[in-house]
């Protein structure tokens, strides 16, 4: 028996030693007392125990008696603080002289008949014991002790039904240890004889409190984080554990999410719709990339500005702590701000695109003014421009081929702006023949060697001219694709071509597509050498050509183009 007892008291040290150990300054001061006091009066039972003498045995009776007339004192004061529950201190006054009055009248045992009427002592099985019958302050103690088990039980019920601030699973756990506490008063019957079930029931009311304090510290931490906020203006504040069940909340942000009114301390928040939809949404965007740690919420005519962050206790992360606050003015700046830039920007898109359809008009009418002193060419420049577009239209169709826009367009493929800027190139390809003489493009009919040297000069010529007039544009894509249409257009796949005899993929990818167009029209079209060819007769000699004067690769762009040019040619 003397083992059992001495277990209890060692097991009661270590208990309040582990709570020391976790122990925070913002930890009730009740379950502080609870932890102290149970050791003392477990050390009472022990000597108890060992006790060989009246004298001695009662003196560690009335050390046990600490216990009896406090700890139900500590439990029920604890139980209204967990369960946030102010009561008056009048009241707490009223319940201290209650304690006192019981520990005083156990202090009477063996000196006056109100506590025990008689006493006497045995040693039974090696263990101390003491034989007596009780007198009326020991029933009024029970009285007393009864009496607190029962307003905590109010209290605790009452939290449970009507108090959302408060965790139902800390009120469930806080009725283990008033339970266990109150029927042990009662369980010694049960028990071997020589063994008390109440230090048993003080261990076991230690292991509940442990479990609540270590629990409480998410809410102690909370509960600080919120009083910080008190008196910070309408800066909101929330937070929940990693399982996302809820922490707490201050008014400013019930304010902005009414519906946290409805939620209760240490309830899955995800149960209520509009939670979820919200702040659970954002936080699950911040548990997968805490970089997206800012939203904005409307509510009413005001802008909110949710930040999320780590809830640490210490150097520990506990949960997830929202910061709500006004940012209204802010957010209606900025708005006011981006519409104006939006409308700068459409001015100044406007304007651009008006000198962007200036530049192109100029540069169409220099072209045509080119072609008008060429009298075998008339009309070339439209026509081969609506050629380009057709093919790169079949091209743009054939953009989800990757493998051939790859080898076509190289690493960064079909672009849209590459497309554009080919067909707004192509009616700049002649535009050397302004420096060829005369005589020689004007002449009626074939040239002779000498003046196809002079007229191949045209395509360098015209590189140089495309580059003067394009020189210091920001649109650099398309000062270079005009360039390379101007200066490439007549070499050849094979290499036999003018200016430079580029060979293959040597040669602009735009300049072999220009090539196509260039060579197409002068055989469909009526010059003053030659009249045009028929459809099938110009689209033989384009087919002997691919592979030879054409990249290969574009003939199925031309094959699929082809009715669309015959049907245009026809309706010139």
């Avoid at 009472?44 to 700890?71: E, N």
């Avoid at 009326?136 to 959302?164: E, W």
């Avoid at 051939?404 to 497309?419: I, K, V, Y």
């Avoid at 384009?542 to 049907?567: I, N, T």
Wanted: with cysteine.
């Amino acid at each position: 028996m003397v083992a059992y007892y001495e277990v209890l008291f060692g097991l009661s040290v270590l208990l309040t030693l582990i709570y020391i150990f976790i122990w925070h300054k913002h930890f009730d001061t009740h379950i502080s007392l609870i932890f102290a006091f149970i050791p003392v009066a477990n050390l009472g039972y022990a000597m108890l125990a060992h006790a060989r003498s009246l004298d001695a045995a009662i003196a560690s009776a009335k050390i046990t008696y600490i216990g009896g007339c406090f700890l139900a004192l500590f439990i029920t004061q604890s139980i209204f603080g967990l369960c946030h529950i102010k009561i008056r201190s009048w009241m707490n006054v009223v319940l201290m002289l209650l304690s006192l009055m019981s520990f005083s009248f156990a202090l009477t045992m063996g000196s006056r008949p109100w506590f025990y009427k008689t006493v006497s002592f045995e040693i039974e099985k090696g263990a101390g014991r003491l034989i007596k019958t009780y007198g009326f302050a020991h029933t009024l103690t029970y009285v007393v002790i009864t009496f607190f088990i029962v307003i905590s039980f109010i209290a605790m019920v009452y939290s449970l039904v009507k108090k959302k601030d408060v965790s139902s699973k800390t009120i469930i756990l806080l009725m283990f240890p008033a339970t266990v506490s109150f029927l042990s008063y009662f369980m010694n019957k049960a028990l071997p004889e020589g063994m008390d079930a109440m230090p048993l029931s003080y261990v076991f009311a230690q292991l509940i409190f442990l479990i609540i304090v270590r629990r409480l510290c998410l809410y102690d931490v909370t509960d600080l984080a919120v009083d910080s906020l008190v008196n910070k203006g309408e800066t909101g504040f929330i937070s929940f554990d990693f399982d996302d069940n809820y922490l707490g909340s201050n008014e400013p942000a019930k304010k902005v999410f009414p519906e946290l009114s409805k939620l209760r301390v240490d309830s899955y928040a995800g149960r209520h719709l509009q939670i979820k939809n919200t702040i659970l949404k954002w936080l699950d965007d911040f548990k997968r990339d805490e970089t997206r740690d800012r939203f904005y919420h409307e509510a009413g005519d005001r802008i909110y500005l949710v930040t999320i962050s780590h809830l640490y206790d210490g150097k520990h992360r506990v949960g997830y702590q929202f910061f709500i606050t006004d940012d209204t003015d802010s957010r209606k700046y900025m708005k006011l701000l981006a519409n104006y830039n939006d409308q700068l920007s459409a001015e100044v898109s406007e304007k651009t695109e008006s000198i962007v359809q200036m530049h192109n008009r100029l540069i169409l009418g220099m072209a045509t003014m080119v072609e008008s002193r060429d009298n075998s060419t008339g009309g070339h420049i439209r026509r081969t421009s609506d050629v380009v577009k057709l093919l790169i239209d079949e091209i743009k169709k054939d953009s989800s081929d990757k493998k051939s826009m790859l080898l076509l367009f190289g690493r960064e493929g079909l672009t849209d702006e590459f497309c554009d800027d080919v067909i707004r190139a192509a009616p700049m390809h002649d535009l050397g023949k302004i420096a060829v003489d005369d005589a020689v493009l004007r002449k009626p009919g074939k040239f002779t060697p000498e003046e196809y040297e002079k007229m191949k000069a045209h395509a360098a010529e015209g590189a140089r001219i495309v580059d003067s007039i394009l020189e210091g544009t920001e649109d650099t894509s398309f000062h270079k694709v005009a360039v390379n249409v101007a200066h490439y257009h007549h070499e050849r796949w094979d290499g036999s071509g003018y200016p430079e005899k580029l060979k293959g993929e040597e040669i602009p990818i735009e300049a072999r597509i220009m090539a196509i167009a260039d060579v197409y029209d002068a055989l469909v079209s009526k010059r003053v050498y030659k009249d045009k060819f028929s459809f099938e007769d110009a689209d033989k000699i384009m087919m002997e050509s691919f592979g030879k004067h054409f990249d290969k690769r574009l003939e199925k762009y031309y094959l699929a183009a082809k009715p669309r040019l015959e049907e245009y040619y026809s309706a010139l």
